[in-house]
């Protein structure tokens, strides 16, 4: 049967079109139970195998005689409920998945991957394709009611199709008005609420899964007393013709780190970010919100606040003032928020605050405390107190009321208990969204025989060198079972070298467009913890299959290099191969053979070639400009394989470290120049952007206050400046100043050769022209995708079709993305283990101030590499008396003075008050801070109930006087000169 | 700015047909009685009325000795899209592109020598375009010649195939088209079995594109199937009358 579907649209112009689609109607959809044996056989007869094969592995059937067909507004409100794997048997009509698709994305993408889960039961049934129960919209019908009509209507054929087979069909939907239409048509309809609570018996917690928009808050009654009371969102409708007009912007709010009364919304219409201060401003936005934001007048224009904020302080504090330095930095667009255009609500990782009687039975409404700081506290209700308290649990936010100082949402999933290593690290992962499942069947199905590489067939070898005769060895950090990458070098004569890279060849085993691929594109990256790693690829590959290890044969990618003895690049030729390391050697084992000189076995004279030449290209390297940064990388020791870390160590940097990176760097350049020569519209490359100058500023001031010279016009003056950066009685210092410089810079990023001019390709660190990774496809997706453009270079591979400056494009932003999660989930790993180690001790350290703030400062721990904040005023009862100067970046208070750099002796211990915010305190022993804030608290210009505002207001007068003053006594002596005239 | 899904997880296309599947044809011989040979095609909503003319003497001096000459004119009617388009004039790249089509597929399928010093004048009139316009316009001409009484090797029996999200899927209309997949044009002669033309435009995996063709020569033996039957059909119609007009 065929139909033709039509509906209006307006195009760009403005004008009405019709468009007409034609729809076929079928009688041959499968209605998706099991016992239905008319619709399998029909469908049967009507396809042949390579059609179900398309569609195998991702329908369901179901076998239960209760089935449960979903209304939209069920699946977006209740996308946690139904991802529980105890709800089953569930049709999907491709209505509702339509609505939802059209209605929010990610819970979209989230059903889907419920529909995906055989085991889940939960099959898509298309009403709008089926004969016996698409409809059309009637003349003066809303689509909103079409779609329901179309819901109930499917319903109905549910029901009398499996009538015979006695299976029951209920609708689940919470619109009032279809569950009384559907009665009238004799279908048994329910809501979600009443399946839940009959499901409840067996699974208790899916109660708490339920989420309530609806559903009127007794607990209003107290919250309506808080003045609290936002003002009202805008409408979209209005919302949308104010952007179009100009008079408000639109864009992303990101709340500050350190002070959540804080955000700025980033808008592609205007130059600067939009600062939004105080919670009345910010009006219920939450950290990624698309939000309409209109500007204030410029008289009320604010600056940034300097302040770091202690706690995210709830209810006890009642007033949002916020700390006014206007004084002392520039202002800034300054507005507040109107209306949301989208919200980004995620589920966010925490505990709950609770102080009471966790036993207890029945109801309660719990404060739920997120692990990041930017987001609001969430209030949520639960009946299994006991289950929750002193778990780090995951919640999901449902709505945020205009009377109600916190948004209000319900229990998602348990991780486990508080402080727990393992615990912990999952939150972690799910904090910074690692991917971190273990592999799905579909992609162990790709994974060859562990046995493949015994048996090399002669069509393996085809356009393969074989290069086992050749003597190759990998150099890699100790325990390492990746390698992914081995040398060699050999004389030729002529002074000349043929020195070999060898990388993994993971593309012969990751094909495109296979499930192991598309896994692996969308971890990008393997994820290193300090007691764990998450792999971008199963075991049996990056372990074993890829890695380069010893007396196996192994497939890899080969860069060969003819190189003289100055460190010229003779020759150059790029080829797959096959190879049998000789040995794997860790860096202080290479390091070993390189300085006895009692061995002159092949490797190890080798080996000294190799770190002859390396010396010699590092030179070249160093004088076009490279810069040698810093980071103050630790790692720890522990006891036993997973156990608490019992010491931590500077991760030390051998002469073979240096060694084997600059092969890798050159064997990265090279390749991106052959890469870009062939593919010079999507190529994927890396670049480092040259760092702006004005990001330098306050650097240069600081080690020029030093008695430093520090010049930042290039990389190769940067690099200078920084080498003349040693303070003779601290050796630190040098180290410190290369930290901070590294902070200046934004980081390096993948990008498409097609999207930016040549000139943008530079990689200012490294200072080359072009870069890319080549070195590490085991643990870098990126790397897979240079191999197969090297690959299709050198003719090895046909031309795939996704080689397109948009999808490198788009690939590379996500690669971007999950490099920086993934070196976020890396630090915070390190500082959990940080947490770890300090429990229970208390230790004395050196400590270097790397930034200061009005009421607090940063430091630098060197000897375990971790930064904390040490506030100068405890709570808010203390004030603390010190001068801040943006200028300088000191604080003083006449006795003393703290600025940047400055080495002080500070007292690390864990403050485990709060169970769920355990975290590292850092106090200042020497200069003693706490003797000076008593002084300072003595002070007659001190008086208690004093607020921070009123405090500050006071330091600007008193500093309003002294420049009075010193106007004056300007004035004075130039009275003085006149009169001596 | 939602990524349309093409196929549904069941395997079910934007308009509920399976990948293999074709629209529906409505094929209509003989409708114009001006023209010597006419046809009327209807590929689900894609609608084109083709009128031949011929073979008659050639007009200008550009005709052949030993053959006759197939000229072909395409126009879209301004009313065949969604969107109304002004005409320009002269004949824009698309029409170009399926002329030719078409007069390099019927002056290699017709038999041409039986014809010297004459032209054969094929117009194609898109009534209403829904995709598939030239996989469409080559069917419907063969229907017209042959109505017209024009002699043959063969049919001429053209399908479009592409391959969305690793599926190859046959005959596509305007909103597949849009997709920015491939589109191969096959067009072969169903019972000698020789390709005419194979046209693709974008890009196609390699080890994909096997299987993308062997899928469009079966959407070409399906659309012959069909089209025969017609012919038959109407050829047996045609005599039924003559019959009956000799009776009388």
Redesign the interface.
Known sequence: M?L?KFYYRT?KKG?V??????????DD?PCGHEQCEICLSKYKER??S??RA??SG??SSMSANQIYILDTNVILHQIDLLEDPSLKNIVIL?TVLNEV??QN?SIYNRI?EV??DISRQFY?Y?N??SQYTSITRENGESPNDRNDRAIRIATDWYRSHLHKYQVKVFLITNDKDNLLKSKSLGIDGKTIQELVFELSSENPSLVDKLSDPNEDHSGELEDSKSKIQYAEHRPMNILTEDIKNGKVYQGIIRINMNNYKEGNVQCHSIEKDILVQGLENLNRSVDGDVVAVELLPEIEWQAPSTVILLENDGVEEDDDAVVKDSLVSKKQPTGKIVGIVKRNWKPYCGAVDFRGDATSQGLHFLTFVPIDKRIPRIRIKSRQVSNIVGKRIVVAIDQWDRNSKFPTGHFVKDLGPLGDKETESKVLLLQFDIPHHPFGASVMKCLPKPDIMDRVTPSDMVGRKDLRKECVFSVDPPGCTDIDDALHIKQIGNGLFEVGVHIADVSHFVLE?TAIDDEAKSRSTSVYLVDRRIDMLPGELSGNLCSLMSNVDRFSFSCIWKITDQGEVVDVEYTKSIIRSVASLTYEQAQIRIDDKTQNDQVSTNLRHLNRLAKVLRKQRMDRGALSLASPQVKFKTEEHGGDPSDVEIYQLRETNAMIEEFMLLANIWVAKKIHKHFPGCALLRRHPTPKKSGFDLLTQLIENKGFKFSTASSKELAESLDGCVLENDSYFNTLCRIMTTRCMSPAVYFSSGSLPYEDFRHYGLATDIYTHFTSPIRRYPDIIVHRLLANAIGMQ?V??NLENKTITLMSENMNFRHKMAQYAGRGSTQLHTLIFFKGKKCLEDAYIIRVKANAFVVLVPRYGFEGTVYLSDGHNQVSSFNYNHDNQTLSNGSHTFSVFDKIKVEIYVDDSIAHDQKLKINCIEPNIKDMLLISNTTPSQVDGITPTQNIQKLIKSKQEKVRKLTDHTEQTKKKIKTTK | M?KLSY??????R????????I??LNIKMGVSNRADGSAYYEQ??TKILVTVYGPRESVNSKSLYDRAVVKCEFSMSSFST??RKQRQKGTDRQATEIQNLIKQAFESTVHVQLYPRSQIDIFVQVLQS?GGLKSASINACTLALIDAGISMKDFVCACNTSCID??PVLDL???EERSGGPDLLLSINPQLGGVISLNMDS????DLFESVLDLGVKGCQKIFTILSDQVKRYSTELMSNQQQLQQS
Request: hydrophobic share 25%; net charge positive.
């Open positions: 065929q033709n195009t004008n079109i019709k468009v007409v689609n034609e729809i076929y109607l079928r959809i396809t042949n390579e059609d398309i569609s991702e329908i491709s698709k059209s994305r889907k529909i995906k898509v298309a709008e394709y467009g046909s795939s079709l | 939602s196929i549904s997880p069941d395997g079910l934007v308009d509920g047909r399976r990948s293999n599947e629209r529906r689900g909503n969604t969107e829904d690793g599926i209309n305007n909103i890009k196609v995996q390699q």
